[in-house]
């Protein structure tokens, strides 16, 4: 019975999008998507910086259970281009295997500035049956070519932020509903999309199991050891990897929530909702003791925090939400998680209520992926469907940061909020007061004669910026109001203004374009902070 929890539950969830698992299934029972064969999966990132050569990464997973033979691989492009074209036979017989084949930018130059489409044909034998599969073996999911924009630019004003994923799953995520990209693959696609930093959040239920195995407690914390290795091992300077995990814990409810616990050395347990246990589902820890289970170096941050959580999981799981009114342990909240919608200015309205409070706490984004560069595929209904869409993509929403490019600067960047969340356009904000100086994200701004200056950029991969606003929050008051507001409609925008408010508050500043659905959003600028227990001072006047 805990086994049928755990899938029916699973597979029902928003907040998992990630390579299907099709094996698991009941004795005696039937299931329309299971096959006698490995899981074959080819991806590449659906988009591709400039210089960089395109990467098509090659998944089979079960091939212990279901051993095959690869025979010939064929990369073709748009209009049938031969990329690759590969014969010779491999024996494949692991939990995992994984091949990636770099098509050279040089062969890409032509279509710059377009999406191209790339169709992965393998053919292999199983039980002496000579089969193939375009794209992937899944018998319910669509076919069609894999879809890469080839950029001519890079994201915009990277030479100013650096770019972050900070909600990633590898293959050490992997039960009876799902699994992950191995962490090398998703390393190397990470770096062709044009990011230079990411976290991978594996589910802590998960980390503690034996790999290969669903539930089964592993002692030694094999996935979770292997984790930090691969971390070390492909972090670079082109990219710095975070290791950590996504926590199941207590919310004042005593409900499971998730929480993204980033360079943490020690691994904390968390198996509320891991279905692991017939009708045990309580939190094994509170959301408000994990701080102290944690070092000074570690990132805290509370996952997509308003996610709609279906009605079997609330009751079946436990499941809840987070209370924005637990941020005495947090460093703020990943609103973005891959999708653009009203929960997201919801989020906004619970954030800013927090800050009016005098609390200081930041918003970042995240993706959420389990692999899936390109699309996802999923379980819908357990035994009988699955179902494929093309969001909460690796890399698609970022964090964009205000660092060195140092795991060091990052982290503490991070930690207290120089950086933006964004889907597409970049935005610098910055205060610079009557002496010169200048305060820029995340930091507490002084002096009588404050100026506002504000440059936002997009290219033609995004399209024009259409609504600029900058808001104030008055501590006073404990109000937002918009100080400025412009229809832009361009791709490049500066502007620069006196600050008129002199109660203690805060700015900050959002642009949109809602025909296509790109958003950015800056943490505040404070202005007469003090930092004692976290809170702005108010100032009494006179």
């Known amino acids: 019975m805990n086994i049928l929890n755990k899938i029916l539950v699973s597979s029902l969830t928003k907040w998992t999008f990630n390579y299907a698992e099709i094996h698991y299934k009941f004795k005696y029972l039937f299931n329309l998507y299971n096959q006698k064969e490995p899981e074959i999966i080819f991806d590449a990132p659906y988009r591709l910086n400039p210089n960089k050569d395109l990467p098509i990464s090659l998944i089979i997973k079960d091939s212990h259970t279901y051993p095959i033979k690869i025979t010939k691989i064929e990369i073709l492009g748009t209009d049938g281009e031969t990329f690759f074209n590969i014969n010779k036979t ?23 500035n377009k999406t191209i489409s790339i169709k992965p044909i393998i053919e292999y034998k199983i039980e002496n049956k000579t089969k193939k599969a375009i794209v992937h073996n899944y018998k319910q999911s669509t ?6 924009f080839i950029a001519s630019e890079k994201f ?15 293959f050490y995520t992997h039960d009876q509903v799902e699994f992950g990209a191995p962490v090398e693959i998703i390393v190397k696609t990470a770096e062709a999309i044009g990011l230079n930093n990411i976290a991978i959040t594996d589910h ?22 292997n984790l930090k290795k691969d971390v070390k091992k492909y972090s670079s300077k082109n990219l710095t990897v975070f290791f950590g995990e996504e926590l199941s814990c207590g919310n004042e409810k005593n409900q499971n929530v998730h929480f993204l616990v980033i360079n943490n050395e020690t691994f904390i347990e968390g198996n509320g909702d891991g279905a692991e246990n017939w009708f045990k589902y309580t939190p094994t820890h509170l959301c408000k003791d994990v701080k102290q289970l944690t070092t000074n170096n570690s990132l805290l941050i509370a996952a997509h925090p308003n996610e709609k959580v279906p009605f079997l999981q609330k009751k079946i799981l436990n499941r809840g939400n987070w209370s924005f009114n637990q941020t005495e342990y947090l460093n703020g909240f ?40 390109n699309i996802f595929r999923q379980i819908k209904i357990p035994m ?3 179902f494929e869409n093309n969001t909460q993509l690796l890399g698609e929403h970022r964090t964009g940061i205000i660092a060195k490019n140092t795991k060091d600067d ?15 356009f970049s935005i610098d904000l910055k205060l610079v007061n009557e002496f010169g100086n200048i305060f820029e994200l995340g930091e507490s701004a002084t002096g009588n ?30 109000k937002e109001t918009i100080i400025f507001e412009k229809r832009i409609n361009e791709l490049i925008y500066s502007h620069k203004f006196i600050l008129q408010e002199k109660n203690a508050g805060y700015i900050r500043a959002e642009i949109k374009n809602n025909t296509n659905k790109k958003f950015t959003a800056t943490n505040p600028i404070w202005i007469k902070m003090d930092d004692t227990d976290g809170k702005i001072a108010i100032e009494t006047k006179n």
């Open 90 to 112: 491999i024996s494949i017989k692991q939990l995992l295997y994984h091949e990636m084949f770099l098509i050279p930018y040089k062969k890409l130059e032509k279509y710059k």
């Open 143 to 148: 076919h069609s070519p894999l879809k890469t």
């Open 156 to 170: 915009p004003d990277s030479n100013k932020f650096l770019w972050s994923d900070l909600h990633v799953h590898s």
């Open 204 to 225: 802590s239920y998960d980390l503690d199991d034996v790999l290969g195995e669903y539930h089964l407690p592993d002692k030694n914390l094999t996935r979770w050891n």
């Open 334 to 373: 990943q609103i973005m998680n891959g999708l653009i919608n009203k929960r997201l200015n919801k989020d906004i309205k619970l954030w800013t209520k927090q800050l009016l409070n005098g609390k200081k706490l930041f918003i970042y984004s995240g993706n959420d992926s389990h692999g899936n560069f």
């Open 384 to 386: 009988i469907s699955l």
């Open 410 to 424: 990052i982290l503490n960047s991070l930690k207290n909020g120089k950086c933006f969340i964004t889907n597409s």
């Open 449 to 478: 004669k404050l100026t506002i200056t504000i440059k936002c950029k997009s290219n033609n991969e995004f399209g024009n910026m259409e609504n600029l606003r900058i808001f104030f929050g008055d501590l006073d008051q404990k």
